[in-house]
């Protein structure tokens, strides 16, 4: 019986060192699982913060940037103008100096040539004149001021331009204020009693002229 008993209580000590030993990886585990998590939570809260800074700066320097392009594109566009302001510096120079029967000729020359250099410079910055004369009227494009007759033009089709109009990389910048053609409508007379009457009374009439004549 004491034998058995000591069986009994070394197999439950053997079982117990077993659990414990269990118990010990387990733990063991359980510590280098927590660590790992812990590190992966410091990389990731490092990643936030930079990540929060890196957009901080970020909101701060966009308006800067922004202004920059903005005054850039002016700096440009400015640039790109200044020589027409120049020949009309040497338009005037030009007009005081010359003879009167030429002065009238070299301004408008002068005036058209510059007219010219700010299309050009508009042109580069994606500005275009709007075509109207001779086309369709297109409500994109054209705002109609008139509208009146000339015989031999299609109905709808621009006569007069009195205000040009531009357009920005294809988009409507100011629509051209333009005169329209305007083809009357024909509108058949409506017979009244007093024409009908008439109009029998002519026909009884040539009826007995015919009849005379045989």
Request: net charge negative.
């Amino acid at each position: 019986m004491m034998k058995k008993s000591k069986e009994e209580k070394k197999d439950k000590q053997e079982a117990m060192n077993k659990l414990d030993k269990k118990a010990a990886r387990i733990v063991e585990e359980l510590e280098q699982k927590i660590d790992e998590l812990s590190s992966e939570k410091q990389e990731l809260l490092d990643k936030y913060q930079r990540l929060q800074a890196d957009y901080a700066n970020h909101v701060k320097r966009t308006p800067k940037q922004i202004a920059d392009s903005v005054a850039y594109e002016k700096r440009v566009i400015l640039l790109s103008l200044l020589p027409s302001l120049d020949n009309f510096a040497h338009a005037l120079t030009s007009a005081r100096s010359a003879k009167e029967n030429q002065s009238a000729e070299g301004i408008v020359k002068g005036v058209e040539l510059i007219l010219q250099h700010l299309l050009d410079a508009l042109k580069v910055h994606g500005v275009q004149q709007v075509e109207s004369l001779g086309k369709p009227f297109d409500p994109s494009v054209h705002e109609a001021v008139m509208q009146r007759y000339e015989e031999g033009k299609p109905d709808g089709i621009v006569l007069e331009e009195f205000q040009a109009g531009y357009l920005l990389n294809g988009q409507t910048l100011r629509p051209a204020k333009v005169i329209v053609n305007k083809v009357p409508v024909e509108t058949p007379e409506i017979p009244t009693p007093e024409t009908t009457s008439a109009q029998q009374t002519n026909s009884e009439q040539e009826e007995e002229q015919t009849n005379d004549g045989e």
